[in-house]
């Protein structure tokens, strides 16, 4: 074999194995579920949104980025709370529990957070009680604006069971967003798919799922709310399509 016949052998040997690797690749990526829960039970009238449509004249306002105008799921006793924001000022939380259908207790004291320009997160603070399996609570950011307006944005969720789900090990972040989403627990794949995104960012994956959290909100009420539901969902795309 001459030695132009040897190195086009190789060259052509080594392009099979690339073009076979990336193919490889390629097919081993796995496919993400997609958040459409089963159970999207309406959420009480404590969720409409409070003060005017943001701080800013434009742009996009203090947006949570949970399930609104259904209840979501967790499976943890402190959850991670998570919502945008388009300045870096404080905001405050705080934490209801339901005691009946639309009525609710404050638990622990208000507390002041720091924010930045972006996603912002919330693991809930340990100086509040772990939250009880079978309650529905209800977390609320809250901001003010220099015209002195507070903007006040509400959500609510249920913790059920850990007990009631498989107790399987999961080797790669995909995997276990995967079984989250499928299980309709939000929160959980949420705060997954933020582990590996910079500070204040989205990320592609967790882009993908506030994109179908978009999909899945519920156009209830009357029409003031269904038009403020509305903005909500063109809010959520808009965060979504700029993996902000």
């Not at 789900?165 to 972040?173: C, E, M, P, W, Y």
């Not at 539901?229 to 808009?238: N, T």
Request: glycine share 6%; charged share 25%.
């Amino acid at each position: 074999m001459s030695h132009q016949h040897f190195v086009f052998w190789q060259n052509k040997r080594r392009l099979t194995s690339l073009v076979v690797g990336v193919v490889f690749l390629l097919t081993a990526v796995p496919a993400f579920a997609q958040f459409k829960p089963r159970d999207r039970k309406p959420a009480s009238g404590n969720t409409r949104p409070g003060g005017s449509r943001g701080c800013l004249a434009s742009g996009i306002p203090l947006t949570q980025l949970a399930p609104q105008t259904f209840i979501g799921k967790t499976a943890s006793k402190r959850p991670m709370l998570a919502w945008y924001m388009s300045s870096s000022q404080n905001a405050r939380f705080q934490l209801y529990e339901f005691d009946s259908a639309n009525t609710v207790k404050k638990i622990g004291q208000v507390k002041e957070i720091p924010t930045t320009v972006g996603i912002n997160k919330l693991k809930l603070p340990v100086d509040y009680p772990e939250l009880t399996v079978g309650k529905t609570y209800l977390w609320q950011i809250a901001i003010d604006c220099e015209n002195d307006d507070t903007i006040i944005r509400r959500a609510e969720f249920t913790v059920i069971n850990p007990e009631s789900l498989a107790k399987n090990r999961f080797t790669s972040i995909p995997e276990t967003i995967n079984y989250y989403v499928e299980n309709d627990l939000w929160y959980e794949a949420l705060e997954e798919a933020l582990k590996v995104t910079g500070n204040g960012k989205l990320g592609q994956t967790g882009a993908t799922l506030v994109k179908e959290l978009a999909q899945s909100e519920m156009l209830i009420g009357d029409r003031v709310d269904q038009k403020k539901i509305q903005q909500r969902i063109e809010y959520l795309q808009k965060i979504a399509s700029e993996r902000i």
